[in-house]
């Protein structure tokens, strides 16, 4: 049994990753819904919670059938990601998480996310500042370290482990790679050996099918795993990887109506969540996700992207649906 502090997370656990503009409330029910035993909020900034700006303080709705779930929070001052610890866990989450993972350049060079990879003292420092700061467990997601010539995530491990993690994320490429070519789970494996390691290891990056999760699980030894982009209108994916790692079988894949059902229930959360407009344009990055790979869809997604009426995007789905049942649509 995989446990973070006195969660339990069962014997191999799956946890969906925090995605800045793609986690939020919607697309985590229906990741829940399909299997996703671990969640997290998108990252939230510590100086944008201090101010209370609302689009920061917005991220911290959370809702009981999603437990357990942690907020993540990055920064790149110490007190302040102290005192915005305090105000997360005010919201009741399971845990906290601390990202020193993101590569992306408006955070990194301001000093936060993966830029901590540069300044290991400073993030042990800022780590225990959180750690000390509340009740719950404190988990970290980070990266091999900032470039190929300073892949330090082995002290890395050893040392937040030390001041009280008690989890550790890791995604398989440096700062510098961001998403770019295959990731390297190797060290990732390497922390798993260390006799030092106690705490539960979850290895990040490029599982996007059941085949790949079992192969990493038995080549690298880790405690469970982050599934991130490979959810993105796919939820199914989750309980796809369970099935397989349980019976070495492989489900057949969503109906188009099942695709259907999925994006309509997060559309309609995404409208309740957010008003009309703004979860209407918010859903757009998601209709190409939910439908890729079926002929003849593209007039449908074109529509779906320019309504700006939820009903009229209801009915859209509505016609969708109507096609399978008429085989309009082929798998390509």
């Not at 420092?125 to 190929?148: C, F, I, Y």
């Not at 309504?307 to 509505?318: D, W």
């Amino acid at each position: 049994m995989v446990k973070i502090g006195n969660i339990e997370l069962g014997e191999f656990p799956l946890l969906l990753a925090p995605m800045e503009d793609v986690s939020d409330p919607p697309f985590r029910a229906v990741c829940k819904e399909n299997g996703a035993d671990l969640m997290y909020t998108e990252f939230i900034s510590s100086e944008g919670l201090i101010r209370d700006a609302a689009k920061s303080v917005r991220k911290l709705d959370i809702f009981e059938y999603e437990r357990p779930i942690g907020i993540q929070l990055f920064g790149s001052d110490i007190e302040t990601m102290r005192a915005c610890t305090e105000i997360a866990t005010q919201a009741s989450p399971d845990l906290i998480d601390i990202n020193y993972g993101c590569p992306v350049k408006n955070v990194a060079c301001r000093g936060a996310g993966a830029a901590l990879l540069q300044d290991i003292p400073k993030m042990v420092r800022m780590t225990e500042a959180v750690v000390k700061a509340t009740h719950l467990p404190v988990t970290v997601k980070t990266r091999l370290g900032w470039d190929d010539t300073t892949k330090n995530i082995l002290e890395v491990a050893e040392r937040l482990q030390d001041i009280g993690i008690q989890a550790l994320t890791v995604h398989g490429r440096t700062r510098v790679q961001m998403y770019k070519g295959a990731a390297d789970w190797t060290l990732i494996g390497r922390i798993k050996e260390n006799p030092r390691t106690t705490i539960p290891i979850f290895g990040n990056g490029d599982i996007d099918s059941p085949q790949k999760a079992l192969a990493y699980k038995n080549r690298y030894g880790v405690d469970g795993i982050m599934i991130g982009r490979a959810s993105i209108g796919y939820p199914w994916i989750f309980n796809e990887v369970k099935h397989y790692l349980r019976t070495g079988e492989l489900l057949t894949p969503p109906t188009l109506a099942a695709r259907v059902e999925a994006c309509r229930k997060h559309l309609d959360f995404s409208v309740r969540w957010k008003g009309e407009i703004t979860g209407i344009l918010e859903m757009r990055r998601h209709y190409t996700n939910y439908f890729r790979g079926l002929n003849h869809f593209k007039p449908y997604r074109m529509r779906l992207v320019e309504s700006l009426s939820h009903e009229e995007l209801n009915g859209i789905l509505s016609e969708i649906s109507e096609a399978y049942h008429q085989a309009e649509f082929v798998t390509a």
